[in-house]
Every structure is written in structure tokens, then in C-alpha cells.
């Protein structure tokens, strides 16, 4: 089996280097990386929620359904949503 490639994707290293993310948001990742840590090695005792769209194809539905997590979060604090 062989395969022909039309367009191949670009590594997840090009892609970080062609947009890097503003120092801002990557503290904010380094942060929710680590609460997600904590709960995986039972240091948090959070209730971890994993949740999100089936299909991320359409920037602006993701982004409006990103805003309106956000209250969620914000009224269930003892619950980590991402």
C-alpha cells in the first residue's frame, strides 16, 4: 500500500515556531497544564471534566463555545473543565 501526499501537514515544532504563543498565554498554559498534573497524579482531588466540541472545522464555533465555558468555569471552581 502506498500512499501519494497532497499537502502534508506541518509538524507541531513548525507550527509553534511559524505562530508562537505570547508569553501571557504561555504562563496560562504552564498553569492549566499543571492543575491537570495534579489531578492525574492525585495531588488535586478536583473532579476533572473533559468536554468540548465533536468537530473543531469552524473557528467561530469554537471560540463561541470556548465564551461561553467560561462562566461554567467560573461557577463550578471545584471542578477542573477542559
Do not use: H, W
Not at 8 to 25: D, G, R, T, V
Not at 34 to 51: M, P, Y
Not at 52 to 64: I, K, T, Y
Amino acid at each position: 500500500m502506498s500512499f501519494n501526499f497532497l499537502n502534508q501537514l506541518p509538524s507541531p515544532e513548525e507550527i509553534k515556531k511559524e505562530y508562537p504563543l505570547p508569553e501571557k498565554l504561555a504562563q496560562i498554559k504552564k498553569e492549566r497544564d499543571k492543575q491537570i498534573q495534579d489531578v492525574f497524579t492525585g495531588n488535586s482531588d478536583k473532579f476533572l471534566v473533559i468536554i468540548g466540541p465533536c468537530s473543531a472545522d469552524n473557528e467561530e464555533s469554537v471560540c463561541d463555545y470556548i465564551r461561553r465555558l467560561i462562566p461554567v468555569q467560573e461557577k463550578v471552581k471545584d471542578k477542573l473543565i477542559i
